[in-house]
């Protein structure tokens, strides 16, 4: 589906939020590389999208009224075969369900497990003053609470995009640390560049969340996204 009729049809439902499902294939037609991800409403669909896809895949709730998923019970990492699957769907159907239960559950998403690399988060928010800016910065735990991020007003350039990873103070980690690969910065940046000019050629969207991206020494990929459109 093309990006202006994903955008419509959450119109035409009266949501400004998009799943997971149609943030990264918005991203993906733009160039911007994420984990294929598939839609199953049952079980025997979320077994026969494994298979397809090729363990070890993850499992997630898909629910617009659901946002932060794993703190509802909604993700299941590394299931490795059929049965861990169906374990898993039934055991994010019912978390769900507990914790949310006037939530609209679509079903549960379905994509192939990234293997681990650099957690980068990268996004685009409206600011009061300047418009939209994107924003770069090191993922996991440690970050979010140290909010070490850089921003820059769109539209950027490469120029822009360079001075964003090099601007966060963890920019050491970019580079490898204890024996890690470093991270494919000049994909990042391209990244950025990507991410931007999308903001900028659409109108309508208000935030974009992509947490976490995984970098590598070879490329990036993102592995959550979320985008909200304007009221
Ligand atoms: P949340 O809505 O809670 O942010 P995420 O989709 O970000 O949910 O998943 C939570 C965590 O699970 C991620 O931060 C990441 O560490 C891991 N994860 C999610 N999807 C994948 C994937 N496809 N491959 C590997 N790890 C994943
Ligand atoms: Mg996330």
């Not at 979010?144 to 820059?152: A, N």
Request: charged letters at 30%.
């Amino acid at each position: 589906m093309a990006i202006q009729d994903i955008i419509r049809r959450a119109r035409e439902e009266n949501r400004t939020v998009l799943t997971e499902i149609e943030a990264k294939k918005i991203l993906a037609e733009r160039g911007i590389r994420c984990t294929e991800t598939r839609l199953a409403a049952n079980r025997d669909d979320a077994v026969r999208l494994s298979e397809r896809i090729g363990y070890p895949v993850v499992l997630k709730i898909s629910s617009v009224d659901i946002t932060h998923k794993s703190d509802a019970g909604g993700v299941k990492v590394n299931l490795g075969d059929r049965a861990a699957v169906e374990q898993a769907f039934d055991d994010i159907m019912a978390a769900a369900r507990a914790k949310f239960p006037d939530a609209d559950i679509e079903g549960i998403s379905v994509q192939g497990m990234a293997r681990p690399g650099i957690e980068i988060i990268m996004g685009m928010i409206r600011d009061a003053n300047f418009g939209p800016v994107v924003m770069f910065g090191l993922g996991g735990v440690l970050v979010e609470v140290l909010k070490d991020v850089s921003f820059r007003i769109v539209p950027i350039e490469k120029a822009d995009a360079e001075e964003m990873t090099s601007e966060i103070q963890g920019r050491k980690l970019l580079e490898g640390y204890r024996g890690q690969d470093p991270a494919d910065v000049p994909c990042l940046q391209e990244m950025l560049v990507k991410l931007s000019d999308f903001v900028n050629e659409t109108p309508g969207i208000e935030e974009i969340d992509m947490n976490p991206v995984f970098a590598y020494k070879d490329g990036a990929v993102v592995v959550d996204a979320r985008i909200i459109l304007s009221a």
